[in-house]
């Protein structure tokens, strides 16, 4: 089965409005990553983030390694946002390249 | 800011034809990957380097082969196209050494098989 589960898989969202966005892993792993896709395709690393809490804009990430699970905040969501929200996971054997999940697509609308 | 660039963006070709996709790092990262991303099974690790000459199987390399020429250069091959083998393919490098494991993503291509 998917080693990587992401909920919801979409969202809509009115502009200004706040999201959660779920990643859950069913087995062990080394650190997580967050990415951001756009629309036409090209991926765009958000975090690098192996536990704890990180920040950057209106973005904030949280991982919990020993609950396997990891959060993506989004606050006073824009248009810009619009895209499709991707997490992976590494192994505990790094550079084996990373696990994805199925990504969560989300749509801002005015 | 790592970059990592991709060529051809696009491609259409027909079945039993022959491909190359190539991926230039230029950040002296020691590790590249070549995923391939289909609606339903989200990316994919298809083949992965740790370095000029070296090769790693993924998880999904049943018609691909691949070659590491330099630390800078990955190309993915294709000798006989098939249609399942449609596709956006992504190369991506890293290297725990330099930037603590992030991923870093040439823009992707697109490959059609007719």
């Known amino acids: 089965g998917q080693q990587v589960q992401q909920s919801p898989a979409s969202l809509v969202l009115q502009e200004g409005e706040n999201a959660e966005l779920q990643c859950n892993f069913s087995t062990s792993l080394n650190s997580m990553q967050w990415f951001y896709q756009r629309p036409e395709g090209s991926l765009v690393s958000l975090f690098y983030?192996?536990?704890g809490t990180k920040q950057s804009g209106r973005l904030t990430s949280t991982t919990v390694i020993k609950e396997r699970r990891s959060s993506l905040h989004i606050s006073s969501s824009q248009i810009t946002d619009s895209g499709t929200y991707l997490c992976a996971m590494e192994e505990d054997n790094y550079a084996q390249g990373l696990t994805f999940g199925l990504g969560t697509r989300v749509s801002v609308f005015p | 800011e790592a970059a990592v660039t991709q060529s051809p963006r696009n491609k259409v070709t027909v079945t039993g034809g022959n491909v190359t996709l190539s991926c230039r790092q230029t950040?002296?990262?020691?590790?590249m990957y070549w995923y391939r991303q289909d609606t339903g099974h989200g990316l994919r690790l298809i083949h992965y380097?740790?370095?000029?000459?070296?090769?790693q199987i993924g998880d999904v390399p049943d018609g691909y082969k691949a070659t590491r020429t330099t630390q800078e250069d990955f190309f993915l091959l294709l000798e006989l196209a098939s249609p399942s083998q449609t596709s956006l393919y992504f190369c991506?490098?890293?290297?725990?050494?330099?930037?603590?494991?992030?991923?870093?993503f040439g823009e992707g291509s697109k490959l059609t098989v007719l």
């Open positions: 991506a490098s890293s290297d725990p050494w330099v930037n603590t494991g992030q991923l870093y």
């Open positions: 380097s740790y370095g000029a000459g070296n090769l």
């Open positions: 950040n002296s990262h020691n590790y």
């Open positions: 983030n192996p536990s």
